[in-house]
């Protein structure tokens, strides 16, 4: 199992998100970046805040060219603003990936030609806005998941060149390689029923996945390809939708290239609620990278450990924020997904997706 330093795990019960509000950002964004808000609203966030921001033509900074479609201003929470050499990395990343011509969101350089500064106790960042939609507010289709599936498989590829220190002993909560922490937040469901189904998980993914995890390839993965992060494009001939791009690199790590492929088919399936959807998905992930036999076999259960993470730090964050229905987004349809995964065999899935990906596939290539 992987050695993980405890000190960078969130603890239970820590408060990070930022306090800083909408009239705060106006004015660091005049200080720091020379940007004049003319418009500006808060977004959907987990532990960060993060605002759009319309801004005035006039901009006092030679760092940054005027982007009519806006700009998002991202404040992060006070617990991960001190891993100062991961947000090293992430800026690597993100300028190595629109080098590549990944489409995702540019990182701009404030007043003074940096990238990333403080403001009390938070780093502060700003990026170029990426017009478009997110996947979840489109009409779902297979052909939707067969491209996301591709471009992940895209990304994967291109970030195998890529490699920075900052990743090196980097660790969160969410990571799949921290699914036993869950021990200490699962008291939180209430429900008998529920709550052994997710102990029962997390003994199963402790004795298969991670008592093995040597076994399977590493590099820098995405680690959070969900449907809020999925940007998509409308064609204008046909009215149909492509996936464009991608954002939010606050997940990105070293990891398994099994738990960026699990992570993304857990919220390709929350979607639309059917284990079936995670069969498009594959069929365009396999098009770029082939999936070993000895992954496919762990892919139910690593999915199913993803959506225990969902569930019980969604419900436990809530607990301490309960004005963020952000927080409960998986709860929903995660349960019947996680039991109609947790009732089924390995084989069974598999099953499932490769017989979806063949019919897909056949059907596309007449």
């Avoid at 603890?11 to 930022?18: A, L």
């Avoid at 046909?238 to 993304?264: H, K, N, P, W």
Wanted: negative net charge; proline residues 3%.
């Amino acid at each position: 199992m992987e050695n993980v330093d405890e000190s960078s795990i969130l603890k239970p019960g820590t408060r990070i998100k930022p306090k800083l509000d909408a009239d705060t950002a106006k004015i660091i964004l005049q200080k720091t970046y020379g940007v004049k808000v003319l418009e500006i609203c808060e977004l959907n966030s987990y532990d960060d805040k993060n605002f759009l921001v319309f801004a005035d033509k006039n901009i006092k900074n030679p760092h940054i060219n005027f982007c009519a479609d806006g700009y998002v201003l991202k404040i992060l929470n006070s617990f991960d603003s001190k891993k100062i050499a991961f947000i090293e990395g992430q800026t690597e990343l993100s300028l190595y990936l629109n080098n590549q011509k990944i489409i995702c969101p540019r990182q701009l350089q404030d007043v003074n030609g940096n990238y990333y500064s403080f403001e009390n106790e938070n780093i502060i960042r700003l990026y170029e806005f990426i017009p478009g939609k997110i996947l979840c507010d489109v009409p779902s289709c297979s052909n939707l998941f067969y491209q996301a599936g591709v471009f992940l498989g895209k990304m994967d590829s291109t970030l195998k060149n890529f490699n920075h220190d900052g990743y090196k002993n980097h660790k969160t909560l969410w990571m799949l390689s921290s699914v036993p922490h869950l021990d200490e937040f699962v008291n939180v469901v209430i429900d008998e029923e529920k709550r052994g189904m997710v102990e029962d998980i997390i003994d199963f993914f402790k004795q298969r996945v991670l008592n093995h995890i040597d076994e399977f390839p590493k590099q820098i993965i995405h680690g959070d390809f969900n449907e809020q992060n999925v940007l998509v494009n409308k064609i204008p001939t046909s009215g149909d939708y492509r996936v464009a791009g991608v954002i939010d690199y606050g997940d990105t790590q070293y990891s398994c290239l099994l738990f960026e492929i699990a992570i993304a088919l857990t919220y390709m399936m929350l979607i639309t609620g059917d284990i079936e959807t995670g069969g498009y998905f594959l069929a365009g992930y396999k098009m770029v990278r082939l999936i070993p036999e000895n992954e496919m076999n762990l892919l139910r259960i690593c999915v199913c450990a993803r959506l225990c993470q969902s569930l019980v730090l969604g419900l436990y964050s809530h607990k301490f924020d309960q004005s963020n229905q952000y927080l409960l987004t998986t709860q929903g349809a995660g349960w019947n997904l996680l039991r109609n995964l947790y009732t089924k065999t390995d084989k069974e899935v598999c099953q499932i997706w490769n017989e979806v990906a063949d019919d897909y596939l056949t059907q596309s290539y007449k």
